[in-house]
């Protein structure tokens, strides 16, 4: 009997191993249902934003630029194996964050990491620890340079007579101010330090995956493959606008627990990419994620921020051209509560909200269905379930943990379940 459940275990995974999954969320909300997927199914591929420029990565962008590869890191630490001691050693060292309260002290800690003195590399051979310590000096070098280039920037800084005078001083400074190591990432700096060396973000998630272990069938992927700074901004329904993801979401420097944030003055209208000069600007979705997508069984809208976690991938050009011709199921996954971006918004609406995003890229004519077919949610929802509007799509509750959000086995077995019927 144990031999027949063994072999029926490992056909299932062989059979699901085949049928790929693709799943756009954010960088935090999903994390740890993606790290308990990963024990039934790895043929996974996460499209993730390029556009949060907040938390440490705030000041990774502030004297080096490119896309904020925070989410990024975040996604491929829940993905990495920690199985052996060295496996172990190598996630400590990528998860680990300087102090953030003393300057001085985190300084230090980042020079001792650097150095290869710090007792995180204890457990780490040194074939790691070379390759590492490579990116993470590349990191520190170009920090150095980014200062000299910052000084000389201020002292010429006519040429942007052009430019309003804050955005010129958000682009080379009004004065000298040193990289603030507090709460730094070590994780994002050697991120950043391979993605610099190799002029490339992919490049940057193929060491990684390597360097953690990450399983080679399950793929991480920026929605936009560039080496440029992605920005976000909203119009709300007022005519007012918000700009930077950060100030949309999580405005201010202090972090505010869920479902704390003030709501905004008024609903999201649309969002948009931006660039530096605070101009609107349309970014394409890279090829190798459309690829993936066609190349899916099932489709999975991640919970998490509406606009900045899932909009912000969705207004991608040729993202929602790419989920509409998808013939599988589109599944939804609704939040355990409302947020600052849905205030006083019902289950229906965050459908219909979805769909939105992606006809911004649609020129022929589609229907909510073509974007959302399923909707999860967990039994203890706060957000209102107004079942007449929801109508046209598939509702599944699942059983809500003891913090009132998704219990994740019954989340992954729902999602698996769905997966497993998808046409």
């Not at 420097?253 to 660039?275: D, H, M, S």
């Amino acid at each position: 009997h144990n031999i027949i459940l063994v072999l029926s275990r490992i056909n299932f995974i062989v059979y699901m191993s085949q049928q790929r999954l693709f799943i756009l969320s954010g960088g935090t909300a999903f994390n740890e249902a993606a790290r308990a997927l990963a024990d039934f199914h790895q043929s996974v591929t996460y499209c993730l934003p390029i556009s949060d420029d907040g938390g440490s990565s705030a000041e990774i962008l502030r004297h080096l630029g490119g896309p904020a590869i925070g989410d990024l890191r975040s996604r491929l630490l829940r993905l990495a194996k920690s199985e052996t001691e060295e496996q172990q050693a190598v996630l400590a060292l990528l998860q680990f964050r300087l102090p953030r309260d003393d300057a001085d002290a985190a300084r230090r800690e980042w020079m001792a990491v650097v150095e290869g003195t710090h007792t995180l590399w204890l457990s780490v051979t040194e074939a790691y620890k070379h390759i590492i310590r490579s990116f993470l000096l590349h990191f520190n070098s170009r920090l150095l340079q980014s200062t000299s280039v910052r000084t000389h920037t201020c002292q010429g800084k006519s040429r942007f007579k052009l430019v309003p005078a804050e955005i010129v001083k958000s682009l080379v400074g009004e004065e000298q101010q040193p990289f603030d190591f507090c709460g730094a990432s070590v994780g994002n700096c050697f991120f950043t330090g391979a993605r610099l060396f190799f002029h490339s973000i992919r490049s940057a998630v193929l060491l990684w995956k390597s360097v953690a272990q990450v399983p080679s069938e399950t793929h991480v992927l920026p929605v936009i493959n560039c080496s440029h700074s992605v920005n976000l901004g909203c119009q709300l329904l007022d005519g007012s606008k918000i700009l930077g993801q950060n100030n949309i979401s999580h405005p201010g420097k202090t972090v505010i627990k869920e479902g704390q944030q003030p709501a905004l003055a008024a609903p999201i209208q649309r969002i948009f990419y931006i660039n530096d000069w605070q101009q609107e600007i349309v970014q394409r979705v890279d090829d190798e994620v459309v690829t993936d997508l066609l190349a899916s069984k099932s489709v999975v809208y991640a919970m998490g921020s509406l606009y900045t976690s899932l909009g912000a991938s969705l207004i991608a050009k040729g993202l929602g051209r790419a989920i509409a011709q998808h013939p599988g199921r589109k599944i939804l996954l609704l939040n355990g509560c409302l947020d600052r971006e849905t205030a006083g918004m019902t289950a229906s609406q965050h459908v219909v909200a979805v769909a939105r995003l992606c006809q911004q890229d649609c020129q022929q004519t589609t229907t909510t269905s073509d974007f959302v077919t399923d909707v999860i949610y967990p039994e203890t929802t706060t957000i209102p379930l107004d079942w007449e509007e929801l109508a046209g799509v598939h509702v599944h509750p699942v059983t809500s943990g003891d913090n009132g959000h998704y219990d994740l086995t019954a989340l992954t077995q729902q999602i698996i379940n769905l997966h497993s019927d998808s046409s």
